[in-house]
């Protein structure tokens, strides 16, 4: 496995493998990596001949009063778990070099973005658009892999990707759960175990908005007003949003329609704000 820091070299090496003719498949990551990026780097060992892995703590997606300085770094463990899943090449920048002194380029979808977490989190979504862009440039991947629990970011990355005609698939992977159905997160591991568990409510409360569904429930109200419920029964959850969603557009809607529709709730467990959302 090659560990790769400077963006020169990645970009050099990004044009090789492509003359090679090689399939690059490629996990953008801010470390701290876990079973759900694990997972997509097994989907991208799949479908790609080589994987290349990017770990890099954006700023410019945390807001003024975010976790930037406490979000975890662990870059020794990463590459050892990235060297066991058999990446190929993992690409981790400096902070100066993505970002140097003037750096004044950004990338902001309007639209996808706007709602949900878009309005508790204004820059967010043009921080990530923006470094995703830069690590496409990069990268150059054929395939880039995204997770579901992050349901907003796929779709806001994929609106970008298809309004700038860049090159690269985006391929939406399944969430992964711990066995009792906490979403796997980096930071889950803020969590202390009182918080862990009252955090399981918001998985559970989605579990159960998809049974209603499927016992017949159709009204966007009714399956919000029931996760608002089951949520409020937790001292430390404190609710941002439960909106119902079309994937692609990430605007409300009032009927459910199957494999279109999602359910997403963002909250507060005391300090930690977890999301998670479900299709329905
Ligand atoms: O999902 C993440 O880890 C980040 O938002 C991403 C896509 C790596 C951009 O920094």
Known sequence: MQVIESIEKMQSMAISLRLEGHLIGFVPTMGCLHQGHLSLIDRAKNSSDKVIVSIFVNPTQFGPNEDFDRYPRLLKEDLKLCEEAGVDIVFCPSMNDMYPEGYS????????????????????????????????????????????KDAQQCAVIKKVVNDLNIATEIIECETVREPDGLAMSSRNRYLTEAQRADALAISKAL??????VANGADNADRIIA?????????????????????????????????KKTIVCVAAWVDEVRLIDNIEL
């Open 105 to 148: 380029t950004y990338v902001d979808e309007v639209f996808v973005g706007k709602d949900l977490c878009g309005i508790s989190r204004p820059n967010f979504f043009r921080g990530v658009s923006t470094i995703c862009v830069k690590l496409f440039n990069l990268v150059r991947p054929d395939f880039s892999y995204f997770g579901k």
């Open 207 to 212: 579990f159960h908005a998809k049974d209603m």
């Open 226 to 258: 029931e996760i608002t419920h089951e949520l409020a029964k937790f001292r430390r959850i404190r609710i941002i949003y439960v909106q119902v969603v079309d994937s692609v557009s990430m605007k409300a809607v009032r009927t459910i329609l199957p």
